[in-house]
């Protein structure tokens, strides 16, 4: 038995499903049934018995729950007291995809920052094998994930595996973006074959936990265009889609700010069903500092109002 059995316990209590609180957790839900078996046989006692409005503790299973919960608060404030909160505090690293949004939720974070506050901060956009590796050999301290939806298993499956957790930040259908000069911009709607002789720009390192990446690149491609541009940067593919007036690209939604910017136009394109999660993601016994929840609280703004 250790802290991770008591986090599931509790919950599935306050959910009461199973799969409500593997979702919350981000986990895989049969990992998640198999350790709460795991832990009623360590103790000898049923947690939580099955009924048609969902899973109930036990009179066992209460007492245990109150126990885990006392357990659980004592710990947090353990980890507070002897926290170098100064070193905490003054840190702030996290590794991202290249999504707009989420650099629009930075800017303002910087922005925010209290002018007599030191501290050093590591932004790093890559990809999400990167960004997995960056938590778990660079010291970094959260990452965001951003994969197909069909994905979702392998992902669970191996943050279960490398003992990190993650929360689901969102899920978007791509958008097209192009410049305001394109011929794409006199379409009132756009469909596959307009896009067959246009550029299609997208980052050539796609990650996919058991997939080949030869494969997981070739399933980024959305179009039947026959000409395609792979490239790393943020920054360079907006200066290619602004100047070259035959390019495009299939992005999360962009803040109107840097349409604006770049001349660039965002339309919806009915023919796309293709669903993306960008997840957040951090060791399962790291606690989030104070500028990991001011970041977070700036993450979640720039959602709701870049992706409706």
């Not at 947690?47 to 729950?65: D, N, W």
């Not at 992005?251 to 919806?268: D, I, T, Y």
């Not at 997840?279 to 104070?290: F, G, P, S």
Request: hydrophobic share 40%.
């Amino acid at each position: 038995m250790n802290l991770m059995h008591l986090k599931y316990a509790v919950e599935i209590a306050e959910t009461n499903s199973m799969t409500k609180a593997a979702a919350r957790l981000y986990t895989a839900q049969p990992n998640l049934s198999r350790a709460i078996r795991e832990l009623e046989n360590t103790l000898g006692i049923q947690i939580f018995k099955r009924t048609s409005k969902g899973l109930y503790p036990t009179a066992q299973g209460e007492v245990f729950l109150a126990r885990a919960r006392k357990i659980l608060a004592q710990v947090d404030e353990l980890e507070d007291m002897f926290r170098d909160g100064k070193k905490k505090e003054s840190e702030f690293s996290i590794s991202v995809p290249r999504a707009s949004y989420i650099a629009e939720a930075f800017l303002e974070f910087v922005r925010k920052l209290p002018r007599d506050l030191a501290v050093e901060i590591y932004y790093k956009e890559t990809n999400a094998m990167r960004a997995i590796s960056n938590i778990l050999n660079a010291d970094y301290r959260m990452g965001i994930l951003r994969y197909q939806s069909v994905y979702d298993r392998n992902f669970k499956e191996m943050l279960d595996e490398k003992e990190l957790e993650g929360e689901l930040v969102c899920e978007f259908v791509p958008v097209l973006i192009f410049s305001s000069k394109s011929p794409l911009a006199e379409k009132e709607e756009i469909e596959p074959k307009d896009l067959k002789d246009l550029i299609e720009l997208s980052h050539p390192d796609p990650y996919v936990p058991s997939i080949s990446p030869a494969t997981a690149r070739k399933n980024e491609v959305l179009s039947e265009s026959t000409r395609h541009v792979f490239i790393f940067e943020r920054g360079s593919q907006f200066d290619l889609l602004a100047t070259h007036p035959e390019t495009f690209m299939w992005v999360s939604p962009v803040p109107e700010r840097l349409l604006k910017l770049h001349g660039l136009v965002m339309q919806e394109c009915s023919f796309i069903s293709k669903r993306y999660r960008d997840v957040l993601i951090r060791k399962r016994d790291y606690k989030l500092t104070e500028l990991d929840k001011r970041f977070i609280d700036e993450l979640m703004r720039a959602k709701r109002e870049i992706i409706k």
